[in-house]
Nanobody, 124 residues
Framework: QVQLVESGGGLVQTGESLRLSCAAS??????TGWFRQAPGKEREFVAA????????LYANSVKGRFTISRDYAKNTAYLQMNSLKPEDTAVYYC???????????????????WGQGTQVTVSS
């Protein structure tokens, strides 16, 4: 059974940091992505990373503030979020893509498996 389990969400103030984790089990994937969805808005792409080379892709809104990484041995991906802003408030989902793509997928429909989500709230 394939599972993606996110952790690390919480309530922080503007300018603070959080690190999200996404632990995968059941199989390995070509890439792991992070998406987020704020109330009343569509789910949007945040970042993605390939399992092998560690190639990355970021949304413009988080470039320079967020860093995605992976631990190959633990089959876990991370999203380090620095300089958080109130507009970063959302439920964050990790997702796994089983297909090798170049460039990395930034479309939710490319991802085959999804976690349950973790809430990130940034207060002003």
């Amino acid at each position: 059974q394939v599972q993606l389990v996110e952790s690390g969400g919480g309530l922080v103030q503007t300018g603070e940091s959080l690190r999200l984790s996404c632990a995968a089990s059941g199989r390995t994937f070509y890439a792991t992505g992070w998406f987020r969805q704020a109330p009343g808005k569509e789910r949007e792409f945040v970042a993605a990373i390939t399992r092998g080379r560690g190639s990355t892709l970021y949304a413009n809104s988080v470039k320079g503030r967020f860093t995605i990484s992976r631990d190959y041995a633990k089959n876990t991906a991370y999203l380090q979020m620095n300089s958080l802003k109130p507009e970063d408030t959302a439920v964050y989902y990790c997702a796994a893509d089983t297909v090798a793509r170049d460039p990395l997928g930034a479309v939710a429909g490319f991802y085959d498996y999804w976690g349950q989500g973790t809430q990130v709230t940034v207060s002003s």
